[in-house]
């Protein structure tokens, strides 16, 4: 490919991200000279869409748009390297050759032969800033954190917040946690069709149930067949799919790797714990399921069953033989609200077998917040404040959280006092209330 052409390549991608409108998302990150940014997410998270947006954002808070260089390099990637783009930018904005303001944003830049070298050569020559993305049959965003080891941040990215899910559908929601009446109403009306419809931006404004239930089907089918099977060269595609299927439809449950095998070898696949075990590392390599562990020493981590949650709480539930759970769909929500905060996220469990759902802990693994979900306590109040109460004298923190849907209220107990809030109120401002 001729300079020329990529000039107007250059060109012709600027006037398409800035005349197209887009949604804002909740999400942003931190720029190092010399350091490329990498957004790592899953597939249809909505990674390109927030690339675009972020050059318009650039934009909109004052950078002159040729100072921006955005390339999609999905197709038509024949004969195109990073050095070339390099080369036809400059040419068209020689005075922008040290300009520490200049961003190149290469989506898909796993389609460009030797991109690795080239983005580092870019970074070394110009004091430029560099923000990658990528996705496909044989290059996630995760190879390319790994590509770049060394030379990029890298960022997690999820599909929608229950924030994002409000801009989406038309409602901005202020900042803060104190909300009217009437914002209160409608926003508790979101939460609804937010567990409903799911996270997926694809699926924000589908009312069509058997639509939606249809693209998470090909959603599951993608992840399969181009994000593990292709990716990874699984010989085995069969035992794959019924493996990850069976973690589907088990989102959020214990699981061992025995069982797993057992499970397995019963249904006629012949397997190994060894196998069984790489494959879920390739599942998590896809960024479709998160994992958690129990909150302990390294002994009791490996004692203990792990939980493995879709990304999606929809997801989570589609191939439930008895339609949708809403305490499953809640909890997936309320984890997701949780991975977005960075913070680590294990599960408890005492010797009585009373659990806590998730235990969130800061870097140093210090416990910040305990969290039960429970969509009603009609019937189960005791036990779910049973295990927050152990949970709570086994961290030492004062104070537990139970996620509902329609309750708001406190319990005292001896070990401290317990907070119910409503699941669109935690979901909104998860920070709030585990920093509280």
């Known amino acids: 490919m001729d300079i020329r052409s990529i000039q107007e390549k250059i060109l012709s ?7 197209k409108k887009y949604v804002r998302r909740d999400f942003s990150f931190k720029e190092l000279p010399g350091m490329a940014v990498i957004i790592v997410g899953a597939r249809r998270s909505g990674k390109t869409s927030f690339l675009r947006s ?21 197709e ?52 430029c800033h560099v923000v990658l993305t ?42 803060g ?13 979101l939460y609804v069709s937010y567990l409903e419809r799911g996270s997926y931006p694809a699926l924000a404004t589908v ?22 099977i292709d990716r990874f060269e699984v010989t085995k595609g069969t035992l794959l799919r019924r493996l990850l299927f069976r973690l589907v ?24 714990a060894e196998l069984i075990s790489s494959y879920i590392e390739m599942i998590k390599d896809t960024k479709f399921m998160e994992e958690v562990e129990i909150y302990g020493t390294e002994t009791e981590k490996k004692r203990n069953p792990r939980k493995l949650y879709a990304v999606d709480h929809q997801m989570a539930v589609l191939f439930r033989e008895f339609g949708w759970s809403e305490g499953v769909v809640l909890e997936h929500a309320v984890f997701s609200a949780l991975l977005r905060t960075g913070m680590r996220i294990n599960y408890y469990r005492d010797e009585d077998g009373y659990e806590t759902d998730f235990i969130v802990s800061d870097i ?21 404040i049973r295990g927050l109460r152990s949970a709570m004298s086994a961290s030492g923190l004062r104070r537990g959280l139970i996620i509902t849907m329609d309750e708001e209220g406190r319990e005292e107990c001896e070990e401290g006092s317990i907070d119910i809030v409503r699941g669109w109120r935690f979901s909104l401002d998860p920070c709030l209330f585990i920093m509280a």
């Open 207 to 228: 009312d069509d149930v058997s639509l939606r239930q249809m693209v998470l089907g090909d959603y599951f089918d993608l992840v399969y067949s181009r994000d593990i």
């Open 134 to 175: 990528g996705s496909s049959a044989k290059y996630l965003s995760v190879d390319i954190a790994d590509e770049m080891r060394g030379r990029g941040l890298n960022h997690p990215f999820y599909p929608l917040s229950f924030r994002e899910f409000c801009c989406f559908n038309g409602t901005e929601v202020p900042e």
């Open 54 to 74: 972020h050059a318009r954002m650039l934009v909109d808070n004052g950078l002159p748009e040729e100072k921006i260089c955005y390339m999609n390099f999905f």
């Open 76 to 127: 038509s990637t024949e004969g195109l390297t990073i050095p070339l783009v390099e080369k036809a930018y400059f040419e068209l904005y020689p005075e922008f050759q040290n300009d520490a303001d200049v961003r190149f944003l290469f989506d898909e830049v796993q389609n460009i032969e030797g991109w690795g070298q080239g983005v580092s050569v870019l970074m070394d020559r110009h004091p």
């Open 249 to 272: 439809k088990n989102s959020g449950s214990p699981y061992t790797i025995a069982r797993l095998v057992h499970m397995l070898k019963s249904e006629g696949f012949p397997t190994s």
């Open 177 to 189: 946690g104190v909300y009217s009446a009437s914002m209160q109403n409608s926003l508790s009306k």
């Open 364 to 384: 140093s693994m210090t416990p910040k917040a305990l969290i039960q979900v429970s969509c009603r306590l009609d019937g189960n109040r005791e036990r779910e």
């Open 13 to 19: 991608n600027r006037e398409y991200v800035f005349t």
